[in-house]
């Protein structure tokens, strides 16, 4: 799955509501993936997050599919969070959609 693929899962995800932040996740050379619950649309772009996401691709698909616990990727350091932890936490309602 590339990121293209990626980007449309999450904006199916995200067209359920519930989600009313900006989160980036930032994925290195592969590129960004920037959810805007408040406009409802999910872009590859660069901008403005209430939290960035750094995590590599690979990790990031991983934990779409549950195949790996945020909370010990967050503590293992291969997911890293700056801004507002909250808005990270409420991920996880998306992220179930995901799967």
């Known amino acids: 799955m590339d990121l293209a693929e990626v980007t449309q899962k999450v904006q199916a995800a995200l ?3 519930g989600f009313d932040k900006t989160v980036k ?12 619950g408040v406009a409802g649309k999910v872009t590859n772009e660069d901008g403005a ?17 549950g195949k790996l616990d945020p909370m010990m990727a967050y503590m293992s350091g291969k ?7 909250a808005v990270a936490m409420k991920l996880q ?5 995901l799967r």
């Open 49 to 65: 997050a209430d939290a960035t996401i750094s995590v590599d691709f690979e990790d990031f698909k991983n934990l779409a599919a």
């Open 25 to 36: 996740f930032d994925f290195g050379a592969v590129g960004k993936l920037l959810i805007d």
């Open 15 to 17: 067209a359920g509501g």
């Open 79 to 85: 997911l890293k969070v700056m801004g507002d932890m």
């Open 93 to 97: 309602s998306l992220f179930s959609k």
